[in-house]
């Protein structure tokens, strides 16, 4: 995945892309920086143009004070878009990038050719618990975020350059503030039924951050969609199963095509 940068909307933001073919756009999880897709990179890039990013204020993105919750950052991905000239594109998004997603699917589905949404949720359901990142130090995030033991320890055996220390700390704060504002999963459920996009939902079975419920409610609402679940695998699924998710990700994006 290639590091590049471009202005929107007056602001400096990072982006990463890769590949070749139709583009697909990922979305990244409340950490906000592209670089989590790094793994599953690879098993897109045959088959696609692949784009991601930074979010304003995460990562290496300068900050957009406006910017403070789901719907602005609908409206800012389609202005990134716009400076990158991409008119059509697959959408998928992670956890909070999934939630965003969908807001973007409401806000305009036009652009969006097929839209795949992985462990998010559109609004919290009652006596379902969803877990935050904020304030939970890295043994926290191992136990909540992860099941496959290899995978915490790979995560816990990696070595962090200041550089990367740096981004995750800002992009920590970043999240921290768009929680205080409780524009993070709003509820959007309701409006749901209105998405006529073939959509794929993805769940994990051991996730304890966005639990299985929260995928199913949003599966059971909107009209086009497929379901898809992991077993023994925990939120981060973009980390756990890539090798898995890549390939269910070319087969729903390019059925229908031939």
Known sequence: MDEKEVKVNGARIVYFQGGSGDPLIL????????????????????????????????GKSDEIKEIDGIEKLSAFVFSWLKALHIQRFYLAGFSMGGAIA??????DSDPIEKLCVIATAAGKINEIPIISPVGLN???????????????????????????KREIHRSSQTFARM????????????????????????????????????QKAIFDLIPEARWKAYPDTGHFIIVERPEALGPDLIRFFKQDQA
Do not use: C, W
């Open 27 to 58: 979305l990244p999880s409340a950490g906000g920086r592209g670089k989590e897709y790094k793994d599953l990179f690879p098993f897109l890039t045959p088959d696609f143009t692949v784009y991601t990013l930074d979010y304003p204020g995460f």
């Open 102 to 107: 969908l807001q973007m699917a409401l806000d």
């Open 138 to 164: 890295m043994k926290e995030i191992l136990t909540f975020f992860y099941h496959r033991q290899e995978v915490k320890d790979r995560i816990q055996n990696e070595k962090l350059t200041p550089e990367e």
């Open 179 to 214: 929680v205080k504002s409780s524009k993070v999963f709003t509820h959007i459920l309701p409006q749901l039924s209105s998405i006529r996009r073939p959509t794929l939902v993805i769940g994990a079975e051991k996730d304890l951050v966005v639990p299985i419920p929260y």
